[in-house]
């Protein structure tokens, strides 16, 4: 066996030992991570009340089955191309002093845990109840009650597509001070819903011709 056979198996194996060490940083280690287990706090058996530092606001927390069926249908449909678990693990992501590069490396390496932790419904159920809709509007409790003053699973479909509308940019699309936006925006998730299926067009038409409805706000900051 040649001097060089021996030299390249040496690095092969140099350069395996390296990307099996990569690997195991990435998928397996989670130090240095925000912790991922009190997540399973947003997908709770019962309503609760929960606090998080990395949320602009304390949450009411909800089951998936207390979303509401038009509320789930115009959330999936306002952001359809969202990744979830990248969604949450942004949230974790709050006050850490890293360069850029750092910071998208491990939201990846989040991501990848969270996903891998939970299940898609839950998965769904913690993106809702983390969700930022506007000042005293977190979680979707509290944006259906901020909003309109009832619970998320009594929510018409207008209404629940206005406030799914809002996650794309909660300031410059509320409905208080922008509401022309607010309802081409709304407006806009109802079509996104008949695309994929989730409303008629005729429902959608009816909807569409609904005011804006929002009453009056329970808590509003300035800008």
């Known amino acids: 066996m040649g001097l060089a056979y021996k030299v ?3 690095l092969v ?6 990307l099996a060490g990569v690997c195991s940083w990435f998928f397996v280690y989670t130090g240095g991570l925000p912790d991922t287990e009190h997540l399973s706090q947003f997908t709770p058996s019962a309503q609760s009340l929960v606090s998080d530092s990395c949320l602009a606001s304390t949450s009411t927390i909800i089951p998936f089955d207390r979303i509401g069926k038009p509320l789930q249908d115009a959330l999936a449909a306002a952001e359809p191309h969202v990744s979830l678990s990248d969604q949450i693990a942004r949230t974790l992501m709050c006050n850490r002093d890293e360069t850029a590069g750092r910071y998208t490396l491990d939201t990846v390496r989040l991501s990848w845990h969270i996903q891998r ?6 998965l769904f159920t913690i993106y809702a109840n983390r969700a930022y809709f506007g000042p005293g509007a977190t979680g979707v409790d509290g944006a259906s009650r901020q909003f309109f003053h009832k619970a998320p699973d009594a929510l018409s479909t207008e ?3 206005l406030i799914a509308g809002l996650l794309r940019a909660p300031n410059s699309l509320s409905p208080y001070k922008y509401p022309e936006r607010a309802l081409e925006r709304r407006n806009k998730v109802l079509e996104g ?3 994929e299926g989730r409303l008629s067009a005729v429902e959608a038409a009816r909807a569409k011709a609904a005011p804006l409805g929002v009453r009056n706000r329970l808590e509003e900051k300035s800008e």
């Open 117 to 122: 932790q939970f299940s898609k419904q839950q």
């Open 159 to 161: 209404e629940a597509a």
């Open 8 to 10: 390249s198996l040496l």
């Open 193 to 195: 819903m008949v695309a």
């Open 13 to 18: 194996a140099i350069v395996l030992f390296i």
